[in-house]
């Protein structure tokens, strides 16, 4: 007899990620680059894996502890892509000096200065990609920008490797059409090719030109010029995915298992155990045309509940009720029952948990532990 997890737990459907990894590997396949998985989604060895038929391969972190986390694990190309805190480099230099080829990434000359200090002060190269920005959504240097080959000089003249570019083009979670996908594809494709030629033209290598939010991964048509893409969230998919129409919500892979505890005022609301302690209170939906709110909710066997939402939490008590303007009866949800909360945002749900129950597929017990890395 099968013992179910208590509750909250985050469940994964393995045959769902197994879909979705097979969907945009052979998509990048027919594309002809390299996939270095952004694992900052599900920060689990198995889900990787499965991208790399068992093995392993090129990985992307966002975090120090999950690149020695997958290091332990055998992983020896590793990307670090968020900005170098200088205090970082000596961590950094320990993972390298293990045998990982890990590189850093940096968009401004102080980082530079840091990055080429460091390296005269302990006679060991740091390869480094330079951050691009695509859509002024959040960091990098604009391909034009003459910072972008002052970096380049700093880190060269004080023995650094110009290793190449990298860009997130972050505005494609907000392109709500196909159209506006692949402009966003195409514009991020643009911008960093353009920029390694920049750096190659001024005499650095700039091997590595590397791009990939989910949404321009799979909307991409063209990527010459581009060596490997990074789209991490495609492994579990998630609300806000679903809501832009890069997948459907079939696809969502993970979803947090939660017990019907009681009922709100006159009967308004259904309360269960999972606040934003399980489910985090991400609202990355509220923009879109149709707002999830905190996330949909589903039966335990998977069936979506017409209209019925997490509207609110509390830290250990979540709230589900019918979708504002929606004339509609609460279903029968007794006390004790279990529902599943799809999640906006799969990262920051899935951050809320030390480790995910797997289950084979739909309407199947669950049957294996995948342990995540947690912290920075």
């Known amino acids: 007899m099968t013992t179910l997890p208590d509750t909250p737990f985050a469940r994964v459907d393995r045959a769902k990620v197994a879909r979705n990894v097979a969907r945009l590997r052979a998509h990048l396949d027919d594309l002809g680059v390299t996939w270095r998985p952004h694992v900052k989604t599900s920060k689990a060895l198995e889900p990787t894996a499965m991208i790399f038929d068992g093995g392993t391969g090129p990985i992307t972190v966002s975090t120090l502890a999950e690149a020695e986390f997958f290091a332990d694990a055998g992983y020896t190309d590793i990307l670090y892509a968020v900005g170098i805190a200088p205090g970082k480099l000596e961590r950094v230099a ?31 190269s740091l390869p480094v990609l330079v951050e691009i920005d695509t859509d002024g959504h959040r960091g990098g240097v604009r391909p034009d920008d003459p910072q972008l080959l002052e970096i380049a000089r700093v880190l060269a003249d004080g023995g650094a490797e110009v290793r190449g570019v990298m860009a997130h083009a972050g505005g ?75 997948c459907a919500v079939d696809d969502l892979a993970l979803s947090v298992v939660a017990t019907v505890i009681g009922r ?48 609110g939490a509390s830290q250990e008590h979540g709230v589900l009720a019918i979708r504002p303007g929606v004339e509609r009866e609460l279903p029968d949800l007794p006390v004790g029952s279990r529902v599943r909360i799809l999640p906006i945002h799969a990262c920051a749900t899935a951050s809320q948990h030390d480790h995910y129950e797997v289950v084979a597929g739909e309407g199947e017990p669950c049957s294996e532990r995948w342990e995540r890395c947690r912290g920075w």
């Open 264 to 311: 709100g005022p006159d009967d308004a609301s259904i309360l269960t155990d999972a606040g934003w302690m399980a489910t985090s209170s991400d609202r990355g939906t509220a923009a879109q045309a149709v707002d999830q709110h905190l996330g949909l909710v589903t039966t335990d066997e998977g069936e979506v509940l017409p209209d019925l939402l997490m509207v």
């Open 94 to 124: 320990r993972l390298r000096r293990r045998g990982v080829d890990l590189m850093i990434l940096l968009d401004t000359v102080a980082q530079a200065v840091a990055v080429a200090d460091f390296v005269a002060g302990h006679g060991e």
């Open 172 to 246: 494609s979670y907000f392109a709500t059409t196909p159209q506006a996908q692949r402009d966003a594809a195409d514009e991020e494709r643009r911008a960093t090719v353009d920029a390694a030629e920049r750096l190659r033209a001024a005499g650095h290598a700039a091997p590595v030109v590397s791009v990939g939010s989910t949404p321009t991964a799979h909307a991409a048509s063209d990527l010459t010029g581009v060596t490997e893409v990074r789209a991490g969230n495609v492994v579990f998919f998630d609300l806000v995915m679903a809501g832009i129409g890069v």
